[in-house]
Every structure is written in C-alpha cells, then in structure tokens.
C-alpha cells in the first residue's frame, strides 16, 4: 500500500528508547509504525516533551503509511539536561532586547536530530516541526539537507526579528512562574494554554490537565525552557539560508497565533522556493485535535510532491 492511504490495522509501538549522540547527550525516542516505511520525524517546540504529539497523531500517520519518529529534544522529557548551563530570566530579557549569548543554538538542536537519524539508520525523513520544532526543521534543510524528504513548518518563522514576533500581553505569561508543586503546574499550564490556544479549537480542561502532569512527570525543569528561550532569541536570521532549499515544503500557521504571529509563516513561505502555505482561521498557538486530520492531510500531501 502506498503511503498517504489509510491502514486499519494496528499501529505497532516501540517502547522509549535512548539514542546516544557522538555529544554525549542521549535522547529519548519512540516510534510508530513500521520501520520499512518512509519515516517522518517530528520536532517539538520551546519545552515541549514528545508527548506533545500525542500517539493518536503519531498513529494517525502511521496509518498514512509512514514509519513515525518523535523525540524528547535536549532539556526536555526523558532526554538529557543541561543543568549546568545555569539561565536567568534577567537572561531572557537581554536576549530578548538583542543582548547576551545562548549555551546552545538552533544548529546544535539540528544536530541533534541528524544524530537521532544516524542512530536510527533513517537515511532521510519527511521533518515536521511546530514553533522552535520548525525554526529546527527548517535548520536541518539546510545545514543536513540530504537528510530531509519533505519540510512542514508550523507555526513558525525564519528568526527575522521584523516577523513572526511575540504579541506583548503574551511576554509576561512566558516569563511567569511556571508553579512549585505538581498540582501548580498542571494549573498554570491550563491557564497559559488558554492564552496561547486556538480560539476556534478549544482543548477541554480535564484533556489539558492530564497532559500537564504528563509533561511534568516526564521531567519537566524550568531551567531547560529558559535556555530553549535563549536558544531561540539568539537564533540568526534564516531567510537567505533558507532559499537553499529545494525539498517540498508545507507551511501552516494559525491566524490567531499570538506566540508566534502569522506574518512568521508568511516570510517562511516566501523564503523557500515552491512553498505552500496555509493558513487556519481561529487557530493559535496549538495543535488542536480538531485539526489533526488537516495537518496529516499537508504533510502526506507534502510528502507524496517528494516523490
């Protein structure tokens, strides 16, 4: 069966694994489907653990006919931190006013994945990244492009300062406390996830909750996403690099991104040649499971152009 057509039998599930990188840092991995399929590699963004792309989407594609790789990126979930990298918030303010240096950068994070694929012995994958998961993916493009099939971006941006930028009232609930007890962060996160949702496609309370305490017990450390921050406020503007690339590429942003501002998508699409974008009315800063049929939809179509 060819890939993009529906499967009905069960997806096969490899338990969490650990890839040790030539870095030293190991990352923990899981996958979905069947090896000898073409394989698509999910990105998370700034924090998120790979639970953040539920099993019901990564099954969803390997229903599709793709073998599916998701991953913890460094400093989240089950994969290696960098505590020693010691990040202040007073730190995030001056990156973010154009000051101070990253312990890691969006390259390294690219790296990072290439060296996920050589674990894997995946010569090339279809790469889908959403926010820093995309500034990531669109890296690997250009610096590892023999590694990369197809390209979807999500609501992401080229790291271009004039674009896809931060709305104010949004700042302040980035840089807030994120809770001191287990119960606490699950409720921020409810609350922040409020803020930065998708107007149109609510996430149930109860569904949100659950999710935070998973996040939270995978591992969770504030210091991880204060130097995701620092690696995405130091990152370089990508708009010329990104003109090198010649895979098919998807691009997908919400209108009512309030993180990342749709004008991020737009420089993305016009900066890599032959890009589609599409743009979803009343979606914000989330993958809303209202759309996981839409976003498998752009990414099969996405990859059957590769071929």
């Given at each position: 069966?060819?890939?993009?057509?529906?499967?009905?039998?069960?997806?096969?599930?490899?338990?969490?694994?650990?890839?040790?990188?030539?870095?030293?840092?190991?990352?923990?991995?899981?996958?979905?489907?069947?090896?000898?399929?073409?394989?698509?590699?999910?990105?998370?963004?700034?924090?998120?653990?790979?639970?953040?792309?539920?099993?019901?989407?990564?099954?969803?594609?390997?229903?599709?006919?793709?073998?599916?790789?998701?991953?913890?990126?460094?400093?989240?979930?089950?994969?290696?931190?960098?505590r020693h990298h010691r990040v202040?918030?007073?730190?995030?303010?001056?990156?973010?006013?154009?000051?101070?240096?990253?312990?890691?950068?969006?390259?390294?994070?690219?790296?990072?994945?290439?060296?996920?694929?050589d674990h894997l012995s995946v010569d090339a994958a279809h790469v889908v990244g959403v926010s820093m998961g995309g500034m990531i993916a669109q890296t690997l493009a250009v610096e590892h492009a023999d590694r990369v099939r197809s390209l979807t971006s999500i609501m992401s941006t080229t790291g271009r300062r004039k674009v896809g930028w931060i709305h104010p009232r949004v700042v302040r609930t980035m840089l807030a406390q994120a809770g001191r007890t287990r119960p606490e962060f699950a409720e921020v996160s409810v609350q922040n996830g409020k803020v930065l949702g998708s107007p149109a496609f609510p996430t149930d309370d109860d569904v949100a909750y659950a999710r935070a305490l998973e996040t939270y017990d995978r591992g969770w450390i504030g210091s991880g996403v204060l130097r995701h921050m620092m690696a995405v406020l130091t990152q370089s503007d990508r708009t010329e690099r990104l003109g090198v690339i010649s895979v098919p590429t998807q691009v997908i942003h919400g209108s009512k991104d309030l993180l990342v501002h749709r004008s991020?998508?737009?420089?993305?699409?016009?900066?890599?040649?032959?890009?589609?974008?599409?743009?979803?009315?009343?979606?914000?800063?989330?993958?809303?499971a209202q759309l996981y049929e839409t976003f498998a939809d752009a990414i099969v179509a996405t990859a059957a152009r590769a071929r």
């Open positions: 069966m060819d890939a993009g057509q529906a499967r009905d039998e069960t997806v096969d599930v490899s338990d969490e694994l650990f890839a040790h990188l030539p870095s030293g840092l190991d990352l923990c991995h899981q996958t979905f489907g069947d090896p000898q399929d073409e394989s698509v590699l999910l990105i998370m963004g700034l924090g998120g653990p790979m639970t953040w792309w539920p099993a019901e989407f990564c099954e969803l594609l390997a229903r599709r006919g793709f073998h599916v790789i998701r991953f913890d990126n460094r400093d989240t979930g089950r994969s290696t931190k960098l202040s918030r007073s730190d995030v303010v001056k990156a973010f006013l154009g000051r101070g240096t990253a312990p890691y950068g969006i390259d390294d994070l690219a790296d990072d994945a290439a060296g996920l694929l991020g998508g737009r420089a993305t699409a016009d900066a890599i040649r032959g890009a589609t974008l599409l743009e979803i009315a009343g979606m914000g800063h989330d993958l809303p």
